[in-house]
């Protein structure tokens, strides 16, 4: 019986530089993701106006992980990167809008938040159909959750508590799973295949 490559020969012989750093520097962006969940439903729960610090945290574990997924179709990592980063744009941009139109503001913060969870959602959605990480389809479920009541007025405090916390729950169990993987694991049962060799 032939034996499945491991990933690190897949990659090799691939061509693709994707050395044990960048593996590292994906899982980081999980636990920045992590922290920021916590840290916000920590804050929101208190009531402090500093549950802003918490957001970019985990915006920038999206941005960081995004930026250092590995996966065989370009098309993929392009879409996650577009999502996550006009998202990014659009939430900072809310807050030059927010003196001129609170409003508007609040609309273009919950559509640039929907977008980098869109870009979050396809990172764990990855992990879990390479991995079977439960929490992975979870998160999937939630995100829309979070945003689709707060973009059109029908979340009160209370249900963005429990979701922020459902979220918080779910980001620390997977991440305790992904952290707990050896470095460059291939994916359960060879779903993923195998990447195409560059010439």
Not at 1 to 23: N, S, V
Not at 117 to 130: N, Q, T, W
Not at 150 to 177: D, E, K, M, T, W
């Amino acid at each position: 019986m032939e034996q499945w490559p491991t990933l690190e020969e897949q990659i090799e012989q691939a061509g693709i530089y994707y050395p044990r750093k960048y593996d590292i520097t994906y899982r980081i962006g999980y636990v920045l993701q992590s922290i920021g969940a916590l840290g916000f439903a920590i804050l929101y729960a208190l009531g402090s106006k500093l549950q802003i610090i918490p957001f970019v945290i985990f915006d920038a574990g999206i941005a960081l992980s995004s930026m250092f997924l590995l996966v065989w179709k370009a098309e993929i990592k392009k879409f996650i990167l577009r999502m996550t980063f006009a998202g990014i744009a659009l939430q900072i941009s809310s807050i030059f809008v927010n003196p001129l139109d609170t409003f508007y503001a609040g609309k273009m913060f919950f559509l640039g938040l929907g977008l980098t969870l869109a870009g979050g959602a396809g990172l764990v959605g990855k992990e879990a159909y390479c991995f079977r990480f439960n929490e992975g389809w979870l998160l999937l479920m939630v995100y829309p959750l979070a945003v689709i009541p707060n973009l059109f007025g029908f979340a009160s405090h209370r249900y963005n508590l429990i979701v922020s916390a459902v979220i918080a729950i779910l980001q620390i169990s997977f991440l305790r799973r992904k952290l707990s993987q050896p470095l460059l694991k291939k994916c359960e049962g060879n779903v993923c295949g195998l990447p195409e060799t560059r010439k």
